[in-house]
């Protein structure tokens, strides 16, 4: 199992810092925010940067994922903002297209992104229509790069769940490159199977996996065992699914405290795995 760690978890360091303290915890790759501090896709000289990252990730023997869920990044305003599916989502796809660029530029394993929330006044209808055309312009961008996309369901997003996705995959025309970002507490939040049974469902196309404890009903990303998340047999799950990618650790509230959070949670993850096997 390929663990990893998400710098949204650690907002708090400079990039090169960040990446430092996550490969000597024992990580093996990283899930690369881009926002303001951490390879800001719109600052000047990003060929530059994104460069030098990919020299730091090799030195380190990190892989890394790109994430793109920067709160304020596009909008200092409206969390998010805007996403696909609002009524001017230009900035929103050149976001993204920066990404799959930068995640070419890195040898990304994948480029997660979401559908974002339905704006007021927007209906189901013309929502979804913006987002299969985002998206569609999205995979266009990703192919032409040979980059593999990650779409998330996201608990209160428009697409919000594994058959949401099935439905938007359908609607592309299930292209190869547009596979799942699967969080693992999002499972246990919203999907009505056990969270091992989402990740069997999906075991075809998943390309990056986040992991978090979580409640159900409640969207909250927890610390391991303060959840109610059972994790040998999703690691398990994972492992007889032939998942080769990353594990990374989406704790994004958690940055306050990031290097004793991210070396609790690998400690707690290894024993996870261990235990798995165990009951094989």
Not at 71 to 95: N, V
Request: aromatic share 6%; hydrophobic share 45%.
């Amino acid at each position: 199992m390929r663990f990893g760690y998400g710098t949204n978890g650690f907002a708090n360091h400079r990039l090169d810092d960040a990446l430092a303290v996550i490969a000597e915890l024992g990580y093996v790759g990283v899930a690369l925010t881009l926002d303001h501090d951490h390879l800001d896709p719109f600052a000047p000289g990003l060929a530059a940067r994104t460069g030098a990252v990919a020299r730091r990730l090799a030195d380190l023997g990190l892989g890394v994922v790109i994430e793109t869920g920067a709160r304020f990044l596009l909008d200092p305003w409206h969390k998010h903002a805007p996403t696909l599916l609002h009524d001017d989502p230009a900035l929103r796809i050149e976001f993204l297209r920066r990404a799959v660029a930068v995640g070419a530029d890195l040898g990304a394993e994948a480029v997660s992104f979401w559908s974002g929330i339905r704006p007021p006044g927007v209906d189901a209808d013309t929502a979804w229509q913006r987002l299969v055309d985002g998206c569609a312009a999205t995979v266009k961008a990703a192919e032409d790069r040979g980059v593999t996309l990650g779409f998330e369901p996201e608990p209160g997003m428009f697409v919000e769940d594994i058959a949401g996705w099935r439905r938007l995959h359908a609607a592309l025309g299930a292209p190869a490159s547009f596979g799942i970002t699967l969080d693992i507490g999002h499972c246990r939040c919203l999907e009505s199977e056990p969270v091992s049974d989402c990740v069997t469902a999906v075991a075809d196309h998943l390309v990056n996996v986040q992991i978090d404890d979580m409640r159900r009903g409640t969207h909250e990303h927890l610390e391991f065992g303060t959840g109610e998340i059972d994790f040998p047999p999703v690691l398990r799950a994972l492992d007889d699914a032939g998942y080769t990618g990353l594990v990374a650790v989406e704790l994004p509230r958690h940055s306050h405290a990031a290097p004793d959070v991210a070396a609790r949670s690998i400690d707690f993850l290894r024993k996870a795995a261990e235990a798995g096997e165990e009951t094989r």
